[in-house]
């Protein structure tokens, strides 16, 4: 079983910045993927970012060149920096952790971005 504990999302105005924190534990030595998908009112799932087994980074194109991914591996926490934020960034964030076929979410955080 894997746990997943998000923090730092929040009110920021347009430009600003965000830096999220996911914290893993438990049976986390199958990791296939981790990162961050985002969901805003009406809308589907998405991904924002994710770094898989070859610790090759892939970012949504909607956030390329604002966001970064990163990981302390030490800590078992993925951190995603959010830069230059735009109004439609506003969602809810969840942290995602991929064990082979099984899939974990964090609880999610707001994140509201204010024109």
């Known amino acids: 079983q894997v746990q997943l504990v998000e923090s730092g999302g929040g009110l920021v105005q347009a430009g600003g910045s965000l830096r999220l924190s996911c914290a893993i534990s438990?049976?986390?030595?199958?990791?296939?993927?981790m990162g961050w998908y985002r969901q805003a009112p009406g809308k589907q799932r998405e991904l924002v970012a994710v770094?898989?087994?070859?610790?090759?980074?892939v970012y949504g194109d909607s956030v390329k060149g604002r966001f970064t991914l990163s990981r302390a591996s030490a800590l078992n926490t993925v951190h995603l920096q959010m830069n230059s934020l735009k109004p439609e960034d506003t969602a809810v964030y969840y942290c995602h952790y991929k064990a082979g076929p099984l899939d974990y979410w964090g609880q999610g955080t707001q994140v509201t971005v204010s024109s």
């Open positions: 438990g049976s986390i030595s199958a990791f296939s993927a």
């Open positions: 770094l898989d087994t070859s610790y090759r980074t």
